[in-house]
């Protein structure tokens, strides 16, 4: 059973069209969500940490929530070049290593 | 943000030959590093974390004798890949962790074995 679950697996949007992205997590003892933006050929770039339920980052067009389930990345507005697979991991109790899911590829048409 | 880097970004060799993909934190000194393969339209999978001045600790399925790990310094970890074969072929990625708060990833490394 995965313990990182992302969907939808992909998501077209038309630029400027706003919508979210999900990760549902069963990990327990959660020391932190993570999301990344990983673009083809290339290693995942840091996006946000997130900690405890209620909690919120953004940057720029994406806004991240967590709950005691499941965190959201929502993205307002999106343009061409927010196209990329977005991974969300967790990191569990003691330890050290990130679990990841399976990312949701995301393309944005102008 | 914090700076990883791989080298080399990316290799060609013939079956047999070993390679050593190199992984540094630019910014920041890193007690642990981690190693991941990701296979084409896969997520990453933890291949071994990386302690600096102790062993390496491997997931289950990877072979310790072929993915040789050596983590030298508090900023540069290494992984060579012992006499490779065409299944090795994959992309590598590297991270490292900064004050147990957050990885950084490296670029990764692509490596095609023929």
């Known amino acids: 059973e995965d313990q990182v679950t992302q969907s939808p697996e992909a998501l077209r949007l038309q630029e400027g069209e706003s919508s979210s992205l999900n990760c549902s997590y069963t990990?327990?003892?959660?020391?932190?969500l993570f999301w990344y933006r990983q673009d083809p050929g290339k290693g995942p770039e840091f996006l946000f940490t997130?900690?405890?339920a209620g909690e919120e980052k953004e940057k720029e067009r994406l806004k991240a929530t967590l709950t005691k389930k499941e965190s959201f990345l929502h993205i307002t507005a999106p343009k061409p070049e927010d196209s990329a697979t977005y991974l969300c991991a967790v990191r569990e109790g003691s330890q050290g290593n990130l679990i990841f899911g399976k990312g949701t590829k995301l393309s944005v048409k102008p | 943000g914090a700076v990883v880097s791989q080298h080399p970004s990316r290799v060609i060799c013939k079956s047999g030959t070993s390679v050593k993909i190199e992984c540094r934190s630019l910014?920041?000194?890193?007690?642990?590093m981690f190693w991941y393969r990701q296979f084409p339209k896969q997520s990453l999978m933890l291949m071994a974390t990386?302690?600096?001045?102790?062993?390496?600790?491997?997931e289950q399925g990877v072979e310790k004798d072929k993915f040789l790990i050596n983590h030298a310094s508090l900023t540069l970890s290494t992984l060579t890949v012992a006499s490779a074969h065409p299944e090795d072929s994959s992309f590598y990625i590297c991270s490292a962790d900064r004050q147990g708060e957050t990885q950084y990833f490296g670029p990764g490394t692509r490596l095609l074995v023929l």
């Open positions: 990386s302690n600096e001045g102790s062993k390496a600790t491997y």
């Open positions: 997130l900690y405890s």
């Open positions: 910014d920041f000194q890193a007690t642990t």
């Open positions: 990990v327990s003892g959660l020391r932190g």
